[in-house]
């Protein structure tokens, strides 16, 4: 019951996806903005109510992704993030100014550790510093969410309070973090159940839970949170955020989905798109979807024990609580070759969740060919590997590449020659020699870095099966005093190493904000 109306609440929980924004500070997941709007065209298509693209105040970069997501003309809301400040709300305005529908949400610390070492203000000067935030953004929007960071950790009755006062500056969705992750579920739902019948407001006022996974409990609490009254849950795919993750918006979803008898909820999702939009997500990323993570992992529905197998055989409902399909999960995996046509590879496509623009797809076809003739069958993540590449963008861009290796049974060298280009600028060839080729590669690569390049990780996979496999190379490097992550493809795994480390170099000169020119080298060969 609504403890303003005595309505019964509704059964509709709102789907919040935060993938582009808190998804997007997971060690190695930042995206560009190709990828994000590639990601944007996903979720709306999923039916999530809500996607969070960004802060547009935390940098030129972010501003314009925000704007890029809400030029989409999306059905669902674009919300930007802010923190109280005036000059981070006009930023969210700015950036949403053609946004279909639009949301601000506005974010200030509650709990006594973040009043006392990180703001260092009191309760009072929280509360009006909130409520005039409130006010402020109201000039530009109907839909203001505020979220009492930390609120785990905060007094009930200090909660109580602020979203109170939130309510009644005129705030529509009222956002309760555990914002590290410490809670438990039945505590989170305790809290909610207090809040739902404590803060006075009008049914068109909801309660929002956003959980973090440090205890691994981020869905365990999301659920908690709507058996006490919150019908807003913030989730990302794949559950990707800030150190541990968030909330997983699959798991969560086909929770209440396939538990709709205990929790009598529904939400929008069109649960078949889980999947493709778990592989986008995976591929734009470069973050790899663990083998046994529910709902989307390769062995969420494998079943290896033969008394499943035969249980299986005979009645699917003896093992399998959900069915592939209710999420997604391609019934056959076509396999593609030289002599598919347009028209196969598009569907494809679209099964992995991919819609293109035709320009898009005709360059991607082109690839498509090409990588047809290098390998004999083109499976699903050869093909999301082909969309990933074409969102890779520059200013360098690598051309060719070239690698001697010498093995003895006391010494190993190589030298690798790239052959780079900046954009509107001729290629160059770099080289560099070290004691194996992506170690020559580096080398050659900080020829053109005047910051220290350290690759802190580096693997190489096979991206399907056969020995024409195509490998996936990640570089984990730090430039400086940023991280980054950078993925490459290819059939030739040095190829697919010298790629990553371009992408890094690309992300480094993205997050720089250099300019356009091609920058000072330290040696040029
Ligand atoms: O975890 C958190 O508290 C957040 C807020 C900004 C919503 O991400
Ligand atoms: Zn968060």
Same mark, same amino acid.
């Given at each position: 019951?609504?403890?303003?109306?005595?309505?019964?609440?509704?059964?509709?929980?709102?789907?919040?996806?935060?993938?582009?924004?808190?998804?997007?500070?997971?060690?190695?997941?930042?995206?560009?903005?190709?990828?994000?709007?590639?990601?944007?065209?996903?979720?709306?298509?999923?039916?999530?109510?809500?996607?969070?693209?960004?802060?547009?105040?935390?940098?030129?970069?972010?501003?314009?992704?925000?704007?890029?997501?809400?030029?989409?003309?999306?059905?669902?809301?674009?919300?930007?993030?802010?923190?109280?400040?005036?000059?981070?709300?006009?930023?969210?305005?700015?950036?949403?100014?053609?946004?279909?529908?639009?949301?601000?949400?506005?974010?200030?610390?509650?709990?006594?550790?973040?009043?006392?070492?990180?703001?260092?203000?009191?309760?009072?000067?929280?509360?009006?510093?909130?409520?005039?935030?409130?006010?402020?953004? @109201? +000039?530009?929007?109907?839909? /203001?969410?505020?979220?009492? !960071?930390? *609120? #785990?950790?905060?007094? %009930?009755?200090?909660? &109580?309070?602020?979203?109170?006062?939130?309510?009644?500056?005129?705030?529509?969705?009222?956002?309760?973090?555990?914002?590290?992750?410490?809670?438990?579920?039945?505590?989170?739902?305790?809290?909610?159940?207090?809040?739902?019948?404590?803060?006075?407001?009008?049914?068109?006022?909801?309660?929002?839970?956003?959980?973090?996974?440090?205890?691994?409990?981020?869905?365990?609490?999301?659920?908690?949170?709507?058996?006490?009254?919150? @019908? +807003?849950?913030?989730?990302? /795919?794949?559950?990707?955020? !800030?150190? *541990? #993750?968030?909330?997983? %918006?699959?798991?969560? &979803?086909?929770?209440?989905?396939?538990?709709?008898?205990?929790?009598?909820?529904?939400?929008?999702?069109?649960?078949?798109?889980?999947?493709?939009?778990?592989?986008?997500?995976?591929?734009?990323?470069?973050?790899?979807?663990?083998?046994?993570?529910?709902?989307?992992?390769?062995?969420?529905?494998?079943?290896?024990?033969?008394?499943?197998?035969?249980?299986?055989?005979?009645?699917?409902?003896?093992?399998?609580?959900?069915?592939? +399909?209710?999420?997604?999960?391609?019934?056959?995996?076509?396999?593609?070759?030289?002599?598919?046509?347009?028209?196969?590879?598009?569907?494809?496509?679209?099964?992995?969740?991919?819609?293109?623009?035709?320009?898009?797809?005709?360059?991607?076809?082109?690839?498509?060919?090409?990588?047809?003739?290098?390998?004999?069958?083109?499976?699903?993540?050869?093909?999301?590997?082909?969309?990933?590449?074409?969102?890779?963008?520059?200013?360098?861009?690598?051309?060719?590449?070239?690698?001697?290796?010498?093995?003895?049974?006391?010494?190993?060298?190589?030298?690798?020659?790239?052959?780079?280009?900046?954009?509107?600028?001729?290629?160059?060839?770099?080289?560099?020699?070290?004691?194996?080729?992506?170690?020559?590669?580096?080398?050659?690569?900080?020829?053109?870095?005047?910051?220290?390049?350290?690759?802190?990780?580096?693997?190489?996979?096979?991206?399907?099966?056969?020995?024409?496999?195509?490998?996936?190379?990640?570089?984990?490097?730090?430039?400086?005093?940023?991280?980054?992550?950078?993925?490459?493809?290819?059939?030739?795994?040095?190829?697919?190493?010298?790629?990553?480390?371009?992408?890094?170099?690309?992300?480094?000169?993205?997050?720089?904000?250099?300019?356009?020119?091609?920058?000072?080298?330290?040696?040029?060969?």
């Amino acid at each position: 019951m609504n403890a303003l109306t005595n309505a019964p609440m509704s059964n509709y929980v709102h789907i919040f996806d935060t993938t582009l924004r808190d998804g997007e500070q997971s060690p190695g997941c930042s995206m560009n903005v190709q990828e994000k709007l590639q990601v944007a065209r996903v979720l709306d298509e999923l039916g999530v109510d809500v996607i969070e693209a960004g802060f547009p105040a935390a940098s030129d970069g972010d501003f314009e992704s925000v704007k890029a997501v809400g030029d989409l003309g999306l059905n669902a809301i674009i919300c930007g993030l802010s923190r109280t400040r005036h000059a981070d709300i006009d930023a969210v305005t700015r950036s949403l100014e053609t946004a279909k529908n639009k949301r601000l949400h506005i974010f200030l610390a509650t709990s006594p550790i973040h009043r006392e070492h990180k703001l260092k203000m009191s309760k009072q000067q929280i509360m009006d510093e909130m409520t005039s935030a409130v006010a402020y953004g @109201r +000039q530009w929007f109907d839909d /203001i969410e505020i979220t009492a !960071e930390d *609120a #785990g950790r905060t007094e %009930l009755d200090f909660l &109580v309070e602020y979203f109170q006062a939130a309510v009644d500056a005129g705030a529509r969705v009222l956002n309760v973090p555990d914002t590290v992750g410490y809670v438990t579920p039945s505590e989170i739902r305790q809290q909610f159940l207090h809040l739902s019948t404590h803060v006075r407001r009008p049914d068109s006022v909801i309660l929002s839970a956003h959980c973090h996974n440090d205890l691994g409990l981020a869905v365990a609490n999301s659920l908690g949170a709507i058996e006490g009254g919150a @019908r +807003q849950v913030e989730c990302t /795919i794949n559950g990707i955020g !800030e150190r *541990a #993750g968030n909330c997983s %918006l699959e798991e969560v &979803v086909m929770a209440l989905r396939t538990r709709h008898d205990r929790y009598q909820m529904r939400t929008g999702i069109d649960t078949t798109r889980l999947y493709p939009a778990s592989r986008v997500v995976s591929s734009v990323t470069g973050s790899q979807v663990q083998p046994n993570k529910a709902i989307v992992g390769r062995n969420a529905f494998a079943h290896e024990a033969g008394i499943h197998q035969d249980g299986v055989l005979k009645h699917a409902e003896t093992y399998e609580i959900m069915r592939p +399909q209710d999420v997604g999960v391609p019934e056959n995996s076509l396999v593609l070759g030289k002599h598919s046509g347009r028209h196969a590879f598009r569907d494809r496509l679209e099964n992995l969740g991919f819609k293109l623009e035709q320009e898009l797809l005709e360059v991607l076809f082109v690839k498509f060919k090409q990588l047809a003739d290098r390998k004999k069958s083109v499976y699903d993540e050869d093909i999301e590997a082909l969309v990933l590449g074409t969102h890779q963008s520059g200013p360098w861009h690598l051309d060719a590449i070239s690698i001697h290796t010498e093995v003895d049974n006391a010494d190993q060298s190589a030298e690798a020659s790239l052959k780079l280009r900046f954009e509107g600028a001729a290629p160059r060839i770099y080289s560099g020699r070290g004691d194996g080729p992506v170690n020559a590669i580096v080398n050659a690569i900080k020829l053109i870095m005047n910051e220290e390049l350290h690759v802190e990780e580096f693997q190489v996979s096979a991206v399907s099966s056969g020995s024409d496999a195509q490998g996936r190379a990640v570089v984990r490097a730090t430039i400086g005093a940023s991280r980054y992550q950078g993925t490459g493809v290819s059939t030739d795994i040095v190829e697919a190493s010298a790629q990553a480390l371009v992408t890094i170099m690309n992300r480094h000169h993205q997050h720089q904000g250099k300019s356009t020119a091609e920058p000072q080298l330290k040696a040029a060969v």
